[in-house]
């Protein structure tokens, strides 16, 4: 049972370019959410979704985009990255009648040069 | 808005010392608290949690009381481990018209030997 999978686990960019990064999840949560993590500011959340079709802006939405196509992946985007965007992600599940706990992936590092 | 403040680290104890990390917080409507562990590498985990005021949450020998009046959620443990060094993270769960977690920035814990 993998639980929650983000992938890739590491990359570096250059500026202006972009990519994709993938969570999926087995358990058949409702929920998915991104966080990005920075030194000194805890986990700050990006956008999240309810459900499939479904995407809401979080605390730091600017230049990120998201898509829950299926219930199982959550995608998120930035179209031309930035080194602001240099962060470690991390990708949450949680239940729609449980949605106080939420399962974490193990994080993918992004660095923008 | 709802928000957390944690207690700042590093934190360095040496084993079998008494581990007290604070943690308050700031919230309409009686969301649940958290604590979350993160250990190098890996993505959070859930420790323990409490759902209403004066509920005690407790897990490996951690515990933490939700207290209503201080608005408080301070982690202890009798006696840390080397295992237990790791980023430990105060959370504010969802009300219920809500879905957003807010999460501390975290405490690092070092345990010697």
């Known amino acids: 049972n993998a639980g929650v999978t983000q992938t890739p686990k590491f990359r570096v960019l250059k500026t202006g370019q972009s990519m994709t990064l993938l969570c999926a999840q087995d358990m058949n949560h409702e929920y998915m959410y991104w966080y990005r993590q920075d030194p000194g500011m805890g986990l700050r959340l990006i956008h999240y979704?309810?459900?499939?079709?479904?995407?809401a802006k979080g605390e730091v939405p600017d230049g990120y985009n998201v898509s829950r196509l299926k219930k199982q992946n959550f995608l998120l985007g930035l179209e031309s990255a930035a080194p602001s965007q240099t962060s470690v992600y991390f990708c949450?599940?949680?239940?729609?009648?449980?949605?106080?706990?939420?399962?974490f992936g193990a994080g993918t590092r992004l660095s923008v040069l | 808005g709802d928000s957390v403040t944690q207690m700042e680290g590093p934190v360095t104890l040496s084993e079998e010392a008494f581990l007290t990390i604070n943690c308050t917080y700031t919230a309409t409507g009686y969301p649940s608290l958290f604590w979350y562990v993160q250990y190098p590498g890996e993505g959070l985990q859930l420790l323990l949690k409490?759902?209403?005021?004066?509920d005690k949450g407790s897990n490996k020998g951690f515990e933490a009381t939700y207290r209503k009046e201080t608005t408080s959620f301070h982690l202890e443990k009798g006696s840390v481990q080397v295992s237990d060094s790791a980023v430990y993270f105060c959370?504010?769960?969802?009300?219920?018209?809500?879905?957003?977690?807010?999460f501390g920035t975290g405490t690092s814990l070092t345990v010697i030997p």
């Open positions: 979704s309810v459900g499939e079709g479904t995407t």
């Open positions: 949450a599940t949680g239940q729609q009648l449980a949605k106080n706990i939420q399962y």
């Open positions: 409490a759902t209403k005021a004066d």
């Open positions: 959370a504010l769960g969802p009300t219920s018209t809500g879905n957003q977690f807010y």
